[in-house]
């Protein structure tokens, strides 16, 4: 570890247990900052369950999490998921407007988002001012992740994680997105871990990435890795990926 | 009404009794068993209110109102088992409601402080705030399970717990007094409330059983608006930990 490449997150022996199921093992890692890091590995391989380690929804059975050298269980829950933000994979909603759903971080603080500033938000995730009086309802998928992600930017956290933002996006919004995540990251120097499926993103986007499967993390590295992976399981993902 | 002209009433029981074993509705063993249960409990409670009226001793009275918050209690609890302390909590809602509706009626002098008052009267805002502390939990069970995405949202955006279940909260606490207020409307249109007729069959002024059932509906929509509000919050924090996370078994 390096004094350049502190990490924004460091996971030690982390596990994660619902009952007798063992849904993390052994999890140890770091998160560099100001990189964006991007998560793979097939379904239920347990992507999601460790980004919401990292924001606090859930803690680990065992093991330790440390954002910027901090044991997490010393900061405070709200404190804390508004410095590591996160975009929610099912991209959830609260009854109303795109504008009550965008103000949401800011009235959870007692706060108000301006309209100008909603539809600039709006804006960096390519939609027009028009849709802040919508209803949430009658957003269609791809609408519905485009708000999400720019409710998350609202708290302009430190540190971001994104679970699987471009699924229901067509070609060219995904571009939008990649490059807003992008230009984020570089501008702001804010750490992003970023979940896709897409082994393409993956790689073009993430400094670095993480391999998941079954709950264990089996490689991580460049995210160029993915190119030629050197270890079996892992060539044998990203083929069963390329198919 | 003697016993041998009141026993005459139980072919009311004996219809049910033959329509559920021709259409075979097998209800036929819950019939006997609340129809014995009634007839038992009802028996009981009038000896003992004989009995309780005729000693005229407040410590009776107490006793009698401690027995039906126990009962209550253990009743409404049964909804909310995956509620930590949920016990308690019940008790103290149907305390609160007790001393709240009797400090106003017995306070103001509203109605004489003796048995044959307080009894009954407790026993109906007793008996409203439990049925409410079991609509409550119920419905707010089922807004927490179908909106917990909403939940975990509030709570990802650095919201607190309060935060995150407010809008299932209030939805369960107004679901949980719309029958309550809903009732009042239409209330003597259809059906005369079953006090108010007790006391004309028995003899009273239909003016005088008509102010006592006024005043027993007010009672009861003070019962139900402090019932669910004070459940509501007594209970929602134990649905979280010290971490601000959802306890996923209570979701
Ligand atoms: N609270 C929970 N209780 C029980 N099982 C859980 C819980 N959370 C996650 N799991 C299980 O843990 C495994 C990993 O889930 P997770 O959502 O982290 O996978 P994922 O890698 O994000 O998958 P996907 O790519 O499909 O989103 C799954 O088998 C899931 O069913
Ligand atoms: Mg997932």
Redesign the pocket.
């Known amino acids: 570890m390096n004094t350049i490449y502190q990490p924004a997150i460091h996971f030690h022996n982390v596990c994660f247990e619902?009952g007798e199921?063992r849904?993390l093992q052994q999890v140890t890692g770091s998160f560099p900052t100001g990189n964006i890091t991007t998560l793979v590995?097939p379904?239920?391989?347990?992507?999601?369950?460790l980004l919401k380690l990292c924001n606090g929804l859930i803690s680990p059975t065992s093991g330790e999490i440390f954002i910027h050298n901090k044991p997490i269980n010393s900061i405070n829950p709200v404190a804390l998921r508004r410095h590591v933000g996160i975009a929610l994979?099912s991209a959830p909603m609260i009854k109303g407007t795109v504008y009550t759903n965008l103000s949401l971080p800011k009235t959870l603080q007692g706060m108000s988002l301006s309209r100008e500033e909603a539809i600039s938000f709006l804006g960096d995730v390519g939609l027009d001012p028009s849709f802040l009086e919508q209803n949430v309802t009658e957003l269609s998928g791809g609408q519905r992740q485009r708000v999400s992600i720019a409710r998350t930017l609202v708290n302009r956290s430190d540190i971001l994680l994104l679970d699987e933002i471009t699924s229901a996006l067509d070609r060219t919004s995904v571009k939008e997105v990649e490059e807003l995540i992008v230009n984020i990251n570089q501008k702001y120097n804010v750490t992003i871990i970023w979940i896709t499926h897409n082994l393409e993103q993956a790689i073009k986007i993430g400094h670095y990435t993480w391999v998941m499967m079954n709950g264990r993390v089996v490689e991580t590295g460049k995210s160029t890795l993915l190119n030629h992976p050197t270890k079996d399981v892992v060539q044998q993902f990203v083929e069963g990926c390329l198919e | 009404m003697s016993y041998t002209t009141l026993s005459l009433t139980l072919l009311f029981v004996l219809i049910p009794l033959i329509l559920s074993k021709t259409l075979h509705l097998g209800l036929e063993k819950d019939t006997l068993i609340a129809t014995i249960r009634s007839i038992i409990q009802l028996l009981a409670i009038g000896y003992i209110l004989k009995f309780v009226f005729e000693s005229d001793s407040m410590v009776y009275v107490l006793l009698m109102i401690a027995l039906m918050i126990i009962t209550a209690t253990f009743n409404a609890r049964k909804k909310g088992k995956n509620i930590k302390g949920i016990t308690w909590k019940v008790a103290i809602t149907v305390i609160v409601v007790e001393v709240i509706v009797q400090s106003i009626l017995l306070g103001f002098h509203v109605v004489p402080a003796t048995a044959q008052y307080i009894i009954p009267i407790s026993g109906m805002a007793i008996g409203n705030s439990m049925i409410l502390s079991i609509l409550f939990l119920n419905r707010f069970q089922g807004e927490l399970e179908s909106h917990r995405d909403e939940v975990e949202l509030i709570l990802s955006l650095g919201g607190t717990p309060k935060q995150a279940i407010h809008r299932q909260l209030i939805t369960a606490i107004k679901a949980s007094m719309i029958p309550t207020i809903e009732s009042q409307k239409t209330i003597g249109l259809v059906q005369l409330p079953g006090m108010m007729s007790g006391q004309i069959i028995a003899g009273a002024s239909p003016v005088q059983a008509v102010q006592f059932q006024l005043m027993i509906l007010f009672v009861l929509l003070t019962s139900a608006a402090i019932s669910s509000s004070i459940l509501g919050f007594l209970s929602y924090p134990t649905l979280f930990n010290d971490r601000m996370q959802m306890l996923?078994d209570k979701f």
């Open positions: 619902v199921q849904i590995g379904s239920g391989a347990g992507k999601t369950t994979q | 996923k």
